[in-house]
């Protein structure tokens, strides 16, 4: 385990390590301003999070604050007893906008909704409305399902976000108020505090770690520690769905409901980092590796079922019936970063470059005002949507609000999971955007790039101490089989032969300013298939192109549905950027087929001839007529008319 010798300064995010952290790589400062994020970002910037506050009004999340404060009269609204959350994700989304608008608008709303929070809070420290307005101000009495120390985790973390962005102490004082109420109700049997209990939700242990990372109060961290640590213990019966089966150390694999799964084990993470506790984290290097291995969708999305929002059996992918919830890609973005910055492996950040391009992205439309909570591969010809929360149909928002303030706090923060540094003032790039990345102190990198759709990556030193050598190290995407770099004052200068280790590309020099890299990503698109015993897609190729996944609409087919799709793998797939189309993509086109499949007349099975020896079982279609196919990336997927889409596309 390697331990930072001189730290460097502390960008202003999401995971702010401590001075003492035990890591590999702490994250670098980079400055977003052009190409494919930055769009995004100003969707996010200018579209979602400004019509949080009218949304939040119009869900009821406000009128619930103050009827708290005793400023309103009426009903609580909300079916759910963590509606709370959404109003502190918004602020949180908010809060790492806040150094980036220049008008006051934000400032404005943030200032009046910290003021609603603060009014609301019980003279004890205690927020929570649902409990206050529909409980009598019952506290703890049902951990289970009760989402109160999960509030309470999602305030800390606004909190903390406001407190690093603007330095003001408003809601940070509320913060604190509240996790000090905890922290005088929570603890071991003999600790003299009321509770030995957790939260059937995990979240205020990553919170806590911050909260102390952010204020320097040990407790906090301590807190923290105590409540992963009970999870397993039986608490809460002992339920998987709430990872109260096993505790974290013990586990073997993912279970139970996602984002609570993943929520747990970004703390697991968190904590290894501040206190070097190796059997913590010798679980989360176990517990991530059997989740992707075993139950990760192509996608990076996580959860396989929807009654349970949670994992399935290894290997349970399902397709059509994905569940892959939008707040768990982004659980798991957060999981990933702080396991690349506690162990400085690539891995993490191959996982972190697939759920962000994909499961992730999936979840916000292109307008940034209509959100996907789930995220299926697969959506049939003549599928009849549930409406709701569970839609396949994109929804303005939901009753049970969760993803979408998600995506806004990760979309606003996004800067902060893209680069790291280390002990020797190298400079390590995780993802690739336009833009500037400054490690260590002197450091600065300039990159351009059309990346997603171009594999040329432009790096030019701009910043450089002129007598220390230091190593720029640059991921190589674990799908990217070609590879090159070229390095020099001016690009082509010099052909460098770099070997990739463990995911690596690693130039040490005493660099110079304008000394450039030029990283080539091979972007041919390819054909991806799943581990066989991925029952629901076998026999199906997925087409990737560089960390895109894509997939067919029903809309670029005309003519028939997606059901009876085939691929003909034997041909070539060509590449065509459309800027007219969904805000301007590559698709990839490719050679298939429309079977004709004779009617099933009552009985859609059919008996299997087993004479001819050892033949496979054939299906009774025909080849049918060709069909030209168009792929568009998954992310842009249903921001068109209703209709089909798969991801997984049949071969035979
Ligand atoms: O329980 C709070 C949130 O609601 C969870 O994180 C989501 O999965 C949804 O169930
Ligand atoms: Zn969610």
């Known amino acids: 385990m390697s331990r930072t010798s001189s730290v460097p300064p502390t960008p202003v995010g999401p995971v702010r390590l401590g001075p003492d952290a035990r890591v590999a790589l702490r994250p670098a400062v980079v400055g977003i301003d052009a190409g494919f994020w930055l769009d995004r970002r100003e969707v996010n910037a200018r579209t979602s999070i400004p019509q949080g506050p009218e949304l939040l009004e119009s869900a009821g999340n406000l009128h619930n604050l103050r009827l708290a404060a005793g400023t309103a009269e009426g009903e609580f609204q909300g079916a759910y007893p963590f509606v709370d959350t959404d109003v502190y994700k918004w602020l949180e989304a908010a809060a790492w906008q806040l150094p980036q608008e220049a008008d006051g608008d934000l400032a404005g709303h943030v200032g009046r909704i910290i003021d609603l929070v603060a009014a609301a809070q019980q003279p004890d420290g205690y927020l929570n409305t649902w409990f206050q307005l529909t409980k009598g101000g019952e506290q703890y009495q049902d951990l289970r399902w009760g989402h109160e120390l999960y509030c309470a985790g999602h305030l800390i973390q606004a909190a903390v976000a406001h407190h690093r962005t603007t330095g003001r102490p408003e809601l940070l004082d509320v913060a604190r108020k509240f996790a000090d109420q905890i922290d005088s109700v929570f603890g071991l049997p003999g600790s003299g505090r009321a509770i030995d209990g957790i939260d059937g939700h995990p979240e205020v242990e990553t919170a806590l770690v911050e909260l102390y990372r952010e204020t320097g109060e040990r407790r906090y961290l301590d807190l923290a520690a105590y409540f992963v640590d009970r999870h397993g213990h039986g608490l809460l019966g002992g339920e998987a769905y709430c990872q109260d089966r096993v505790p974290v150390r013990e586990a073997t694999n993912v279970e139970g409901h996602a984002v609570r799964q993943l929520y747990l084990l970004a703390a697991a993470a968190d904590l290894a980092t501040e206190t070097g506790d190796d059997e913590l984290r010798t679980a989360s290097e176990r517990l991530w590796q059997a989740m992707t291995t075993t139950k990760t969708h192509v996608t990076g999305g996580l959860g396989a079922h929807h009654d349970e929002e949670d994992f399935g059996d290894p290997y349970e992918l399902p397709n059509e019936r994905a569940y ?161 770099v070229r390095c020099g004052k001016e690009p082509g200068e010099e052909s460098y032969e770099a070997p990739v280790v463990d995911g690596w590309l690693r130039l040490e020099r005493t660099w110079a300013p304008g000394d450039r890299v030029v990283l080539e990503l091979g972007l041919e698109p390819r054909l991806t298939a799943a581990d066989p015993r991925v029952d629901s897609v076998r026999g199906c190729v997925a087409i990737e192109r560089g960390p895109l996944v894509y997939c067919l609409e029903q809309v670029d087919h005309p003519g028939g549905g997606l059901d009876d799709i085939v691929l003909d793998t034997t041909r070539p797939l060509a590449v065509k950027h459309r800027p007219d189309l969904l805000g301007g993509v590559t698709t990839v086109v490719a050679a298939g087929r429309r079977r004709h499949i004779p009617e099933a007349g009552w009985w859609p099975y059919s008996p299997v001839d087993t004479s001819s020896g050892s033949r496979p079982p054939t299906d009774s279609s025909t080849p049918g007529e060709p069909v030209e196919l168009t792929a568009i990336p998954y992310y842009a997927w249903a921001n068109r008319e209703d209709g089909s889409m798969r991801v997984w596309l049949p071969t035979s």
């Open 324 to 484: 892959c919830e939008t707040c768990a890609a982004i659980a798991s973005v957060q999981w990933s970063w702080r396991m690349a910055l506690l162990t400085g492996e690539a891995r993490y950040s191959d996982l972190i470059e697939r759920t962000l391009y994909n499961g992730f992205l999936a979840g916000v439309s292109l307008d940034g005002e209509h959100w996907l909570y789930v995220n299926p591969l697969q959506v049939r010809d003549g599928h009849t949507d549930p409406g709701g929360d569970q839609s396949a149909r994109r929804t303005r928002w939901f009753r049970c609000a969760c993803c979408p303030p998600n995506v806004m706090r990760l979309l606003a923060s996004l800067e902060h999971y893209l680069a790291s540094t280390d002990a020797d003032g190298g400079l390590q790039v995780h993802q690739y955007v336009n833009g500037r990345y400054t490690g260590a102190p002197g450091v600065t990198v300039r990159c351009e790039t059309e990346y997603p759709w171009h594999g040329t990556i432009a790096l030019t030193v701009e910043e450089t101490p002129a007598d220390r050598p230091w190593t720029l190290s640059l991921r190589v995407p674990q799908w990217c089989g070609d590879v090159r």
